[in-house]
């Protein structure tokens, strides 16, 4: 069990402290950081209980729908739910990374779980794969929905209701095309090859373009007080 523990923990905290290092400028409290990895750790029992239930009750049954709303939408929303309800109103969220740093920690704290789960079920010699697909394509979706979410906790009016709208949007739709390429069972690594490549680009992307607004807003705060 304890090597099991060890296999699910490590890709996740690598990936964590890659990504929370990327925050060149004001780094966020280790404490609020791990507070949101636990959560994301506890987000996985109400989401297997709701995909349990719609499988007992045979829905969602089509590859389609449960690539798209019983794994990708109910697994993003809860997400999403605690990264805005929880995080975003915080005093601590006060920059545009802080989005990226606390979504990617919820959603490496829900892929930790996860893997527990599947590599008590089928053995510890999944681990790799699951580090490189699984693993990191949930730090993925939470870099654009910590993007997208942080760019609206600093816009105002209908500009910050549609950032918020494809905060959901845009990680719901990349999870849905993720798991409808593992339900192609012939050929899916030709597919899953270019789309991880595409999502790293993507968030990797997103990440300096989130550095980047932390210094613009620097330099008009600059700018306005040399006006003063």
Known sequence: MVSIIFASLAPSIALLCFFY??????????????????????????????????????LLLNPFLQAF??????????K????????????????????????????????TMENIFYLVAFGVDQAFIRALLPVSSHALFGVIMGYYLGKAKFSLGRRKIKLIALSLLFPWLLHGIYDYILYIQQYWIYMMLPFMIFLWSLALRKVKLANTSYLRNENNVKKLRDFG
């Open 80 to 111: 999403w739910f605690i990264l805005f309800y929880i995080f975003y109103k915080h005093v601590q969220f006060d920059q545009h990374y802080d989005g990226i740093v606390y979504s990617v920690s919820i959603s490496l704290g829900f892929a």
């Open 69 to 78: 709303v019983s794994a990708a939408l109910f697994e993003e929303f809860f």
């Open 21 to 58: 290092l990327k925050d060149k400028y004001n780094t966020e409290p280790v404490g609020m950081v791990f507070r949101s990895f636990i959560y994301g750790v506890l987000l996985v029992f109400p989401v297997l209980v709701l995909q349990y239930a719609f499988q007992e009750e045979g």
